[in-house]
T-cell receptor
């Protein structure tokens, strides 16, 4: 079955450590996204990528980094510069951004990773 | 700039009662609207979408929504809710950019 996987489901980090969250999709989607979710704040966009080897900052990119070396994979690194990283992280994908139809706005989400700083 | 407002942060309702979750939007370009549901500690999944055509859209789990251009609304309704409908619901707007704008979410709490 096609879909998006995220691992691990739960992650614990000590202060000062970098951690990497995995996101893989087999939907053949071109665009991928990372969101952060905090209680009562909805979804906030961290980074997004339209195509391999290219990505752009979202609204809250400080303290995070990404790479897009393969179409299927879009890992997120939470660095020690992120002062308040405890949150639920969601990865999503969508079809070609260049399409003019409304379908390009539909996003498919992974199950999420809950990161806790100890 | 486009925006989405979900007017209620929390909606409590008894089982088998009808429910309406409200969503208003603002956009100066073409409008594509979505409702997603999120169960605790899970990702979002699509409930329904309006891309064009009929303004009444039916989705999964018995939900439906009506696109109202004059009132810039896309309210989500279900005639009879179940305990299992307890979840967070997000309204999203697609327009100029391919990246949608999400509302802050409405927590639906179904009581027995």
């Amino acid at each position: 079955d096609g879909g998006i996987t995220q691992s691990p489901k739960y992650l614990f980090r000590k202060e000062g450590q970098n951690v990497t969250l995995s996101c893989e999709q087999n939907l053949n989607h071109d665009a991928m996204y990372w969101y952060r979710q905090d209680p009562g704040q909805g979804l906030r966009l961290i980074y997004y990528s339209q195509i391999v080897n290219d990505f752009q900052k979202g609204d809250i990119a400080e303290g995070y980094s990404v790479s897009r070396e393969k179409k299927e994979s879009f890992p997120l690194t939470v660095t020690s510069a992120q002062k308040n990283p405890t949150a639920f992280y969601l990865c999503a994908s969508s079809i070609k951004p260049a399409l003019t139809s409304g379908s390009r706005h539909e996003q498919f989400f992974g199950p999420g990773t809950r990161l806790t700083v100890l | 700039a486009q925006s989405v407002t979900q007017l209620d942060s929390q909606v409590p309702v008894f089982e088998e009662a009808p429910v309406e979750l409200r969503c208003n939007y603002s956009s100066s370009v073409s409008v594509y609207l979505f409702w997603y549901v999120q169960y605790p500690n899970q990702g979002l999944q699509l409930l329904l979408k309006y891309l064009s055509g009929s303004t009444l859209v039916k989705g999964i789990n018995g939900f439906e929504a009506e696109f109202n251009k004059s009132q810039t609304s896309f309210h989500l309704r279900k005639p009879s809710v179940h305990i299992s409908d307890t979840a967070e619901y997000f309204c999203a707007l697609g327009g100029g950019s391919y990246i949608p704008t999400f509302g802050r979410g409405t927590s639906l709490i179904v009581h027995p």
